[in-house]
């Protein structure tokens, strides 16, 4: 078996439209209303001649990617059980993962299915005394208004949909006759899901909900993770304690403890020092914050671009460390 996948859509497309070979079968995996279902469709000469349907199960036992690999195996089969196949023969898919994973199959979930292909696919070699060079498994470009892959992607959405509508047992290689085991990874994700909906519940109830919701609307998510992903372990450190409050000014350190008061020493207003005080009011840094303004317009005057918006925060940060406040208590400069 050859494997062959084109650096781009574009030239998959190209490569399809210079195909001379009379044997095609097309293959699709599909996850539709939250069921999974696979097909291939055999064309000879650009005409439809058989199609194969299996329906695995729902998506919380099984993944698209099983799908798409069990579409593989169906298309195998049928390349040994039609008498109108000719050689050399294309298999074609729209899923990359799935090429690779045929052609070097890894101890990873649903790759046991790869190493049922590659079983089919030595039988029909062998029963045709053909090579391996007279069949290709090659991606093709989805949703591109190719007729074959539009079969086999509405065949995928029918098995999917309705488990009476697979084809009969009977037409199906053995290694499909009986139900599959449910997939690992299906089962992680599920649970990832699920606990991602308990996180979501229990962080609305609690006492730092509102606060945080001001800064940043998505939390929890790994949004605000990847806004500060590329900043040093210091720098993220500070804007993490900007968001959160817990960060060395007086009044979080007089509420463990650190400070004798909680007002701002620096402008001597009477005002609690804490981080909206010295972005927005602490007279202080009023030159720096006319800067920061200049500098960032109308965003200077939002929070959730000052301290949750990547753009922003090298900016916000550079305020912090002219100011000087925290570099005193930190020991190190906040800007390389």
């Not at 574009?10 to 079968?25: C, D, G, H, P, Q």
């Not at 065949?155 to 599959?180: I, Y």
């Not at 007089?254 to 005080?277: F, K, W, Y």
Request: aromatic fraction near 6%; charged fraction near 25%.
């Amino acid at each position: 078996m050859l494997t062959h996948i084109a650096p781009t859509k574009e030239k998959a497309i190209e490569e399809y439209s210079k195909l001379t070979n009379k044997t095609k079968v097309f293959t699709d995996g599909s996850c539709t209303n939250g069921q999974v279902g696979a097909a291939a469709v055999l064309y000879i000469d650009n005409r439809q001649v058989s199609a194969l349907r299996f329906h695995l199960g729902p998506a919380e036992e099984h993944t698209v990617f099983e799908a798409e690999v069990v579409g593989l195996i169906l298309a195998a089969h049928l390349l040994t059980t039609s008498h109108e196949v000719t050689f050399p023969a294309v298999i074609l898919i729209d899923n990359q993962a799935a090429i690779q994973a045929s052609e070097h199959p890894a101890a990873k979930s649903g790759h046991y299915l790869c190493l049922h292909f590659r079983t089919l696919l030595r039988k029909v070699l062998s029963e045709n005394k053909v090579t391996r060079q007279d069949v290709t498994v090659q991606w093709i470009a989805g949703h591109r208004d190719i007729k074959g892959n539009e079969d086999a992607d509405r065949e995928a959405k029918r098995a999917a949909l309705n488990g009476n509508d697979a084809s009969p047992k009977t037409d199906l290689p053995k290694c499909l006759h009986k139900k599959l085991p449910v997939g690992a990874s299906a089962v992680k994700q599920k649970n990832k899901t699920e606990l991602m909906a308990l996180w979501k519940r229990q962080w609305t109830k609690s006492k730092r909900y509102a606060h945080l919701m001001h800064i940043d609307p998505s939390a929890p998510s790994k949004k605000f993770m990847k806004a500060i992903g590329y900043l040093p372990k210091s720098k993220a450190g500070t804007m993490y304690q900007m968001c959160s409050g817990h960060i060395a000014l007086n009044k979080h350190l007089h509420r463990i403890g650190r400070s004798d008061t909680p007002s701002c020493l620096q402008c001597n207003s009477g005002a609690q020092e804490m981080v909206h005080h010295m972005l927005y009011k602490c007279t202080r840094y009023d030159r720096e914050r006319h800067v920061l303004r200049n500098k960032l317009r109308r965003d200077a005057l939002s929070t959730p671009y000052l301290l949750a918006n990547k753009d922003r925060m090298q900016e916000t940060l550079k305020f912090v460390e002219v100011t000087g406040r925290l570099i005193a208590l930190s020991g190190e400069g906040l800007i390389a």
